[in-house]
């Protein structure tokens, strides 16, 4: 056949991958061009619609680099990313059949366009906020199996932006790492830093996923957060976040990125001498939270 009906390009287009060689592509293929020509029906897509998306992505492809990842970016604002990690955690969670008296794992969420690799790996206890503004907040807990049994030597990553919404990446090209390092867990899965209480901060927003979230009368911001990422030798890894359940936008994180089980009620002190014997002129905080990994399958 050489002529289709509009309803039927879509089943043309799938008809012709009857030969690719991956199935598993294949599978992605056809359902992306049946939800493609779903849409494009539903809304009765004009050309200059589709032309402006075209434009659309050519701005997204254009606005990339090895520092700005706007295809991420725009797969974060549209929740994708988000759908993505929770997938794979289902998937990771299938593989492991649960023991009776175990607890779920801690939830997983976005990486985001921050992470730095090769972050210094300093001893417990350490200040990662050296210099840098904001108020401190010392952070601790334990690093445990869905049992409780603690996770000695678990590579604890962390990172958060500073206290007026930067990440060291985003400080120009020359800046130096701030407000990240690398910790090791202790015999008992024991981890502890300081550094400041996280507030919220736009995603990049001077580019196309910008105005797209204007037009969408959306705002930029993510709620504060305190990023982490977890390695330990039979555990699957771990990425997540630990939220400030007083930040703004805690319910309304323009990455959709916030699971309740990942939001701390962080505490309060008032000046003085902290359980660690770190003495402060200042009111300090602390955020106090125990992960729990799966086992490797
Ligand atoms: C962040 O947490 O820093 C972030 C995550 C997704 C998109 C942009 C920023
Ligand atoms: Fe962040």
Redesign the pocket.
Known sequence: MSQYAAQDIGQAVIDRMADAPNPRFKEVMTALIQHLHAFAQEVQLTPDEWMAGIQFLTDVAKMCDEKRQEF??LS??LGL?MLVVAIQQARGAARYQPQPGESAPTEAT?????YWEGAPVLPAGANIAEGAPGEPAWYHGRVTDLGGKPVANAALDVWS?DAEGF?DLQKGPDAPMQLRARFHTDADGRYSFWSIKPTY?P??DDGPVGRMLRGMGRHPN?PG?M?TMLHAKGHQPLIT?LFDADSPYIDSD??F?VRDSLIVKFGQHAPGTAPDGRVLAKTWYDCAYDFRLVPAA
């Open positions: 991420i970016l974060d604002t990313s976005v990486l985001g366009p921050f932006g990440y901060y995603v990049p993510r957060h990023h976040h323009a990455v990125g």
